[in-house]
């Protein structure tokens, strides 16, 4: 059966907020580990972090997009969030899932720019607020098109072509210098 | 198709979001042209973030 309009309505706000709250929940998590984990990188000089970052940026690219992929394999979890995180409840499985999503670490990472964002933040030493600006950042991001998706399907129009085609051909460029740039920054000032 | 090129197609951004992209790249630009960290830390994890959009 299904709920009068209103109440769909206000069911799906707190759906949308709920995902929301747990992937900024997440993204903090994993922003404030590796915001822990920078100190170790505390005694080398602000040269040596940008080569060892420009190393390990070039290792990554290579083994995710270029002649390494299929020969070396980066760190990931290489599975779905199951579908059981919804069960209880469809609030609390938002919840669980965007918490789950945010940390970052619990499903596939297809895409280069979570790894050069792990290596700039170990390497850049940023202060506790910019580690945690990085993970609200990273939240919004994760969340944001999810959000505007579930907002499209709530109000019955579903996921049209305007949803399903994909900008493909300039993205994994364009992430991978905004992060380099970006991180680059971060670490050399 | 394999599944990671499956994987890479199901979780790029949709076309209808592609202006999505304008944030990050906004916030980014004004950290490097500031050498603001506030702007360059939100954008680098919002790209990130986006990046990832679609993952399940």
Not at chain 1, 74 to 90: D, K, M, T, Y
Not at chain 1, 97 to 122: S, W
């Given at each position: ?46 040269t ?99 959000v ?29 210098v ?10 050399w000032? | ?56």
């Open positions: 059966m299904l709920l009068p309009p209103k109440r769909r309505s206000l069911r799906d706000v707190r759906i949308v907020g709920a995902y929301f709250a747990g992937s900024l929940g997440g993204a903090l998590l994993t922003a404030l580990s590796a915001w822990l984990a920078s100190g170790f990188t505390e005694p080398l000089g602000a040596s972090r940008v080569v060892l970052f420009a190393l390990a940026a070039a290792l990554i690219v290579l083994v995710k997009r270029g002649p390494l992929a299929g020969r070396l394999a980066l760190p990931e979890n290489r599975r779905q969030i199951p579908a059981e995180v919804f069960g209880a409840s469809l609030i609390r499985g938002a919840l669980r899932f965007g918490f789950e999503m945010g940390t970052g670490v619990r499903t596939y990472v297809p895409t280069a720019a979570p790894y050069l964002l792990l290596a700039g933040l170990l390497l850049a030493r940023p202060t506790l607020g910019a580690a945690l600006l990085v993970g609200l950042g990273f939240a919004l991001g994760r969340a944001v098109p999810m505007v998706q579930m907002a499209s399907i709530a109000s019955g129009e579903g996921p049209s072509e305007f949803f399903l085609k994909r900008t493909r051909e300039y993205e994994p460029a364009l992430v991978i905004l992060v380099l740039a970006g991180a680059g920054m971060l670490i000032r | 198709m394999p599944l990671e090129a499956r994987l890479e197609r199901a979780t790029s951004v949709p076309r209808g979001l592609g202006w999505i992209w304008l944030l990050p790249a906004a916030l980014v630009g004004w950290g490097l042209a500031t050498l603001n960290a506030v702007p360059a830390a939100l954008g680098v994890g919002l790209a990130a973030g986006v990046s990832l959009s679609g993952s399940v």
